[in-house]
C-alpha cells in the first residue's frame, strides 16, 4: 500500500509540472500575439509572352475575368464589356449563398486596383495589378494590402497571408498567362 501511495505524489507532481509548462507556453503564445503586425502585404508577378495591349485587355475583359481569376470555391460573375473605373461585378461560391464583390477603383493601361469584398462581413482587401511590357513581353504585377481583424488569431493569420493568398494569385497568373498566350 506504501507502495501506491508514493507514486501517487509523483504522478500530481509530473501532471503539476505538465500543466504549469503548458500555461507558460499558451502565455508566451498570447504575450507574441501583441508583438506581430495584423497588417499583410502580398505580392506575386508573372511574365506573358504577349504584347502589353493584349493582356491589359485580357485583364478587363468582363467576359475573361472568370477563366484567370480564381476565386477559392467561387468564382467571378461575368461583365459585359471591358472594365473601367467603377465597376462592380459580383462573386457567386459554389456551396454557399454568400455573395461578394469586386469593384474598380482605378483602371489605366498600366494599373488596376480593385477592391475585394469577399463576403459580407469581411474587410475589404485592396488589390492592385501593375501591367508593364513591350511589342513581345508584359510584366504583371500583382499585390494585395490589408488588415486582419479577426481578434486573438489577427496576427497569426497575417503573419501566413503571404502563404494562403499568395497561392490563389499563383494560380490566377498561371490562368491568364495560358489563357493570353494560347489565344489566336
Avoid: C
Wanted: hydrophobic letters at 40%.
Amino acid at each position: 500500500m506504501s507502495k501506491k501511495s508514493s507514486s501517487h505524489p509523483k504522478a500530481l507532481y509530473q501532471l503539476r509540472k505538465i500543466t504549469r509548462v503548458s500555461a507558460l507556453v499558451i502565455l508566451a503564445v498570447v504575450v507574441l500575439g501583441f508583438f506581430l503586425p495584423t497588417d499583410y502585404r502580398v505580392e506575386r508577378s508573372i511574365i506573358v509572352n504577349k504584347p502589353h495591349d493584349v493582356v491589359v485587355n485580357a485583364l478587363l475583359g468582363g467576359n475573361s475575368l472568370p477563366d484567370w481569376m480564381f476565386i477559392s470555391g467561387g468564382q467571378v460573375n461575368l461583365h459585359k464589356g471591358f472594365f473601367q473605373q467603377g465597376d462592380e461585378v459580383g462573386i457567386s461560391y459554389h456551396d454557399s449563398a454568400d455573395k461578394g464583390s469586386l469593384t474598380f477603383t482605378t483602371v489605366t493601361t498600366n494599373t488596376i486596383a480593385f477592391d475585394v469584398k469577399p463576403k459580407a462581413g469581411v474587410d475589404l482587401v485592396h488589390n492592385t495589378i501593375y501591367v508593364s511590357g513591350d511589342d513581345t513581353t508584359t510584366n504583371v504585377d500583382w499585390e494585395i494590402e490589408g488588415q486582419l481583424r479577426t481578434g486573438f488569431l489577427s496576427p497569426y493569420l497575417a503573419f501566413f497571408a503571404n502563404k494562403i493568398a499568395g497561392r490563389n494569385f499563383e494560380i490566377s497568373l498561371q490562368r491568364l498567362k495560358e489563357k493570353v498566350e494560347l489565344a489566336q
